[in-house]
Nanobody, 125 residues
């Protein structure tokens, strides 16, 4: 499975962006889809995740109430709607997918075998 992320950009604080991640094919079973982000000099951190069934939406505390993850299985696409962006949201955002993810590891970076190339999000103050 290949993943292609897009939608990043340079915005001012308070603005919104929507990231998209297209999967090259859809697994026949339920699979997990997630967004992670990595700021310069920092580790890649969990942002949000969801199952392909639309259940299990999970968020990092830092983005709760501002970001929304969703999926469109007909388009093999997962989205991350980001509102009220802050300068500390600046990072490269990566999408990930894996059919073996379960609820207990939905937010774990090591649970995902398939990764997109990343899209840069820069929020200016």
């Amino acid at each position: 499975v290949q993943l292609q992320a897009s939608g990043g950009g340079l915005v001012q604080a308070g603005a919104s962006l929507r990231l998209s991640c297209v999967l090259s094919r859809r697994p026949s079973m339920r699979y997990g889809m997630a967004w992670f982000r990595q700021a310069p000099g920092k580790e890649r951190d969990f942002v949000a995740a969801i199952f392909s069934t639309g259940t299990g939406a999970t968020y990092a505390e830092s983005v709760k109430g501002r970001f929304t993850i969703s999926r469109d299985n007909a388009k093999n696409t997962v989205y991350l709607q980001m509102n009220s962006l802050r300068p500390d949201d600046t990072a490269v955002y990566y999408c990930a997918s894996d059919p073996s993810v379960i609820l207990s590891n939905l937010g774990s970076r090591t649970a995902y075998a398939y990764w997109g190339q990343g899209t840069q999000v820069t929020v200016s103050s």
